[in-house]
């Protein structure tokens, strides 16, 4: 447990996920706030809000972050002495964003306390700290991200589709007498893909139309709502809707046409 900084602070916490599949596995929104609420609890500070930024990744910016933007101006505001959060990477995904963030914090004499690191930037040794925690994580993402790269690669070779889930509006079929699969269209899940390239069209940025599925009770794949970044990433695949070539055309394999 952290408890290396005055008793009485006046406490944020800030909480983070940037996809569903994010907190389906274990690392939701509700385990971080409880975690840090014990931190809270545990140091005897008092507090004062809840920041929750839910479908949003690490990698944008603070001003890219609602939550994130709002913490920040209330920082400038004083109202807080310390925020908490679960891990380091809540506050960003590189180095660089975790340090603007935290110097950002340090203008106006805030500390960061990160449950899951066990340590506090209101010292030289957390600061220190941070920068080797927030350099290990950045160089565990780029090392993850080469592996999963060179290990589709190797899968398309052998089987044409690079393995994962398959994207909305779409589904695996296998093929006969060969052991590699398919994309085919899942129809229903295709209607809702045009639905949401409408509601673009009609001006709705991701949040409006997450909003908009979510009232009208149409689920996504397997988490409970929409979120954000869901809807993102489907509009980001317009071109393989319109039936583009997948995979960089490694083997000229074509989703099918849903837009």
Do not use: H
């Not at 101006?73 to 679960?86: G, L, P, S």
């Not at 045009?194 to 001006?203: L, P, S």
């Amino acid at each position: 447990m952290i408890g290396l900084v005055p008793e009485n602070l006046q406490a944020a916490i800030y909480i983070r996920v940037s996809t569903d599949k994010q907190a389906e596995e274990g690392f939701g929104l509700d385990l971080q706030e409880k975690e840090c609420r014990e931190t809270v609890a545990y140091n005897r500070w008092n507090f004062v809000k809840l920041y929750k930024d839910d479908g949003y990744s690490g990698m944008l910016p603070a001003n890219e972050r609602p939550a994130m933007k709002e913490l920040l101006e209330d920082a400038r505001d004083d109202k807080f002495n310390i925020v908490v959060v679960y891990s380091l990477d809540r506050i960003g995904r590189t180095l660089s964003i975790i340090t603007e963030i935290v110097d950002e914090l340090e203008r106006f004499k805030i500390g960061v306390a990160a449950k899951r690191n066990n340590f506090d930037t209101s010292t030289p040794m957390g600061k220190f700290t941070m920068q080797i925690i927030g350099g290990v994580a950045e160089l565990d993402r780029k090392a993850l991200i080469e592996k999963m790269t060179k290990g589709r690669t190797e899968r398309r070779k052998q089987k044409g589709y690079s393995g994962g889930l398959c994207p909305y509006g779409y589904r695996l079929i296998d093929c006969k007498n060969e052991k590699k699969k398919e994309i085919d269209i899942n129809k229903l899940e295709a209607c809702v893909v045009r639905k949401i390239f409408a509601f673009k069209a009609e001006g709705l940025g991701p949040t409006q139309i997450a909003s908009k599925l979510n009232e009208e009770g149409i689920a996504p794949k397997k988490a409970m709502k929409w979120s954000r970044q869901t809807i993102y990433k489907i509009l980001s695949r317009k071109a393989d809707y319109e039936g583009g070539l997948m995979n960089n055309n490694v083997n000229g394999i074509t989703w099918p046409k849903i837009l």
